[in-house]
């Protein structure tokens, strides 16, 4: 199908992780990757480092299980049009989109992803959200992370999405980060990872840089914030499920501040900004345009 309509989309950042947010609610849109590509391009598009579809539970196959906890799925999409479980950072941006939209009201909002159901809760004023992120996965697998010469000792952390934590004594040994660091063994991610460059600013208190799969480097990444407290925490000897005690960090990422607290019983909970910051329709002859190379079906769909 065609949309002969203008599209409506709205833009929004969280921390500076930025997403093309599409209203989909009864899943009629069939979003391809190329087209997800082309929207997040920042010279030819909307530019995002991802993109955020808004879909019923009920309306999407991946989420209608989940239908009953969530009225509504995330369906992200990292900016080079690959399929990702699970954005921190956007599921915040999801739950502010909901609220503008008269989708959700202050209190308890659960979302829907491929990651599983997250709660979140938001609060009266626009203020910051918090999201229970689920617990953090540390298999122990012994990973490194190599950049140009230099190569370091990495944690593997799973937040619904994978991430390999590596510690160093500068953020600018990361380098342009134009280019995926290396990450050994490559079986340990057989669907790539995201890698998140860690020093100290002070106690229970740290600074990251982000290599995300599928977008580049970024401004945030909040899955990748709460793989770096649950990485830092176990190397400061703490660890909240066998203490029996909450710890919080507070993590600073290029575009603002993240607050991350791992619960005794091993839930992380991340509390951030979101905010909406644009409003308006895409042209529909541009986005046809986008299914008119020479692959492009008959029957185009976008
Ligand atoms: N920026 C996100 C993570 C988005 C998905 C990631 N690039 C992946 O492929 O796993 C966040 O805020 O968590």
Known sequence: MVSAQPVPFLKGHGTENDFVILPDPDGTLEVSPETVARLCDRRAGIGGDGLLRVVRSAAHPEARTMAG?????????????????????????????????????????????????????LGEDGGEITVAMGPAALPGDEVRVRVGERDWPAVHVGMGNPHAVVFVDDLAHAGSLLDAPQVEPAAVYPDGVNVEFVVDRGPRHVALRVHERGSGETRSCGTGACAVMAAAARRDGADP??????????????????????????EIEMTGPAVIVAEGSIDPEWLHAQRMGPEAPQQAHW
């Open 241 to 266: 499920v066998a203490d029996g005690a909450s710890a919080t960090y507070t993590v600073d990422v290029p575009g603002g501040r993240l607050v991350i607290t791992e619960q005794a019983d091993g």
């Open 69 to 121: 906890d969530a009225e509504w799925f995330m369906d992200y999409r990292n900016a080079d049009g690959s399929v990702a479980e699970m954005c921190g950072n956007g599921v915040r941006v999801f739950v502010r989109y909901l609220e503008r939209a008269g989708l959700a009201k202050a209190g308890e909002v659960a979302v829907a992803t491929r990651a599983g159901v997250r709660r979140t809760h």
